[in-house]
């Protein structure tokens, strides 16, 4: 059942045991950082309840007419999303007529009327399968009036129904929902667990795999999703950026007429990942300067230019850059004037050379 998803074996074994002592809460709150694998575990818990023929008489098969149709649940959220604007806040099914999920809607919140309906499905005895099982992604989007109305749900919950809260933020939810609700804790994968998954998937291979997996930060669908030609286009920008600041004196021109390549309005949507890229390099070059663990490199497979970058910039100094990066992060939000902010940014890191 859960031994075909990676990561989190604290996770699945205490669902294991819930299945087998027959103690599944009504309400489960799936708990932790963005692509640690929640929903999947969602789904996989839902085919449990429902499956035709379930292997030591508890996991799901994964094959049969059930665990099939319910599988098919999260490609249908998928494709609901991609129609956001167009949602009318109703229940997304899967193909089994039992299971099925709340998404948040086109004002990107999840209404008081897509709860009721959920109050009104889970009242009904099963129609196919043995449980009836409701999702609600990213469930710190429910609206007070929505909030309120789980509430009501979940403290009348039925004896064939079982819901499934799944969040990356917990505490955004009512007090009074998380103590109705047993909570599992997803923790990020590591990147060794990533990294044998997309090659045991053949999905990457050698030193690709190994950077992607570093990059992702144990996000799985984050490595899944990653265009990694995208990332070393910014990449090799990012480090034409630090050559030009290791020279004695830092080449400005150089890194005025990247500012403007950064912030011509054809490449708007680059910036934020442009300013990651150079972010990961210059952390690397830092960590190759205090001569940190080699697994800790992201950029392992450009680590010889890397060297000669940490060689000629004190690690000091790459502590201070990475500041202002994150600071020219901060002041984002308050809708600066990036052309200008990358100048100053840009020169100021010369000028502390």
């Known amino acids: 059942m859960f031994d075909k998803l990676i990561g989190n074996t604290t996770t699945s074994l205490r669902l294991r045991r819930m299945l087998e002592t027959n103690r599944l809460p009504g309400a489960l709150l799936f708990a932790g950082a963005p692509g640690t694998g929640k929903k999947l575990f969602a789904v996989e818990l839902a085919k449990a309840l429902n499956c035709l023929a379930p292997r030591d008489g508890i996991e799901a098969c994964d094959r049969c007419r059930a665990c099939v149709n319910i599988g098919r649940l999260p490609q249908a959220m998928r494709d609901a999303a991609a129609q956001i604007e167009k949602i009318n806040e109703t229940i997304v099914w899967s193909d089994h007529r039992d299971v ?13 009327k ?18 009836r099982v409701f999702i609600i992604d990213e469930a710190e989007r429910l609206n007070e009036a929505a909030s309120n109305a789980l509430l009501k749900t979940l403290e009348e919950m039925s004896a064939h129904a079982h819901i499934f809260l799944v969040t990356a933020h917990p505490d955004a939810l009512l007090t009074t929902i998380r103590s109705r609700c047993q909570t599992l804790r997803f923790a990020p994968l590591g990147n060794a667990e990533i990294e044998a998954h997309l090659v045991a998937e053949k999905l990457r291979a050698g030193a690709e795999a190994t950077l992607v997996s570093r990059l992702a930060q144990g996000n799985l669908a984050l490595a899944l999703e990653m265009n990694v030609d995208n990332y070393r286009a910014r990449r090799d920008d990012a480090l034409t950026v630090l050559e030009a600041l290791s020279h004695t004196p830092p080449d400005r021109a150089r890194l005025l007429r990247h500012a403007e390549e950064l912030n011509d309005a054809k490449r708007k949507d680059d910036y934020v990942p442009s300013l990651d890229a150079l972010e990961i390099l210059t952390r690397d070059v830092w960590l190759l300067a205090i001569g940190a663990d080699e697994t800790r490199i992201v950029n392992a497979d450009v680590r010889a230019r890397l060297q000669e970058l940490a060689a000629r910039i004190p690690a000091r100094q790459c502590a201070a850059w990475l500041a202002r990066i994150e600071e020219l992060r901060r002041r984002l939000a308050f809708n600066l004037n990036r052309r200008i902010a990358t100048d100053a940014l840009l020169l100021s890191m010369a000028a502390e050379r």
């Open 100 to 112: 099925g999920a709340l998404i948040r809607g086109g004002k990107n919140v999840i209404t008081v």
């Open 114 to 131: 897509a709860v009721r309906e959920l109050e009104r499905e889970a009242n009904f005895r099963p129609g196919e399968g043995k449980r």
